[in-house]
Nanobody
Framework: QVQLVESGGGLVQAGGSLRLSCAASGRTFGWRHLGWFRQAPRLEREFVGTIRWSGDSTYYADSVKGRFTLSRDSANNTVYLQMNSLKPEDTAVYYC????????????????????WGQGTRVTVSS
């Protein structure tokens, strides 16, 4: 059984930082990508960033590039999303998701490309 558990969300002031964690357990052998998505109230789920399971490549949405950083702790099967210079528009529920298939570049940002999902962690950025 595969499980993804996000943590680290909370309330922070604009300009502050948070680090989200996504802990993976179960049959992770063969995983190829781990992505982060977010969904704000009344909006569609949107892509935030993705990292190869090997940890050697990352890709970010333009809206977070330069502010958010993905990293992977292979020993603990955990991926981190370091979020700096947070803005009120970053307020959302953040989800991590994994794919056990190699993804062409054009599909990295699509939520339908990922077949395992966590339950989400809420991030609120106050102005």
């Amino acid at each position: 059984q595969v499980q993804l558990v996000e943590s680290g969300g909370g309330l922070v002031q604009a300009g502050g930082s948070l680090r989200l964690s996504c802990a993976a357990s179960g049959r992770t052998f063969g995983w190829r990508h781990l992505g982060w998505f977010r969904q704000a109230p009344r909006l569609e789920r949107e892509f935030v960033g993705t990292i190869r399971w090997s940890g050697d490549s990352t890709y970010y949405a333009d809206s977070v590039k330069g502010r958010f950083t993905l990293s992977r702790d292979s020993a603990n099967n955990t991926v981190y999303l370091q979020m700096n210079s947070l803005k009120p528009e970053d307020t959302a529920v953040y989800y991590c998701a994994a794919s056990n298939r190699p993804l062409p570049s054009a599909t990295l940002t699509s939520s339908s490309s990922y077949n395992y999902w966590g339950q989400g962690t809420r991030v609120t950025v106050s102005s």
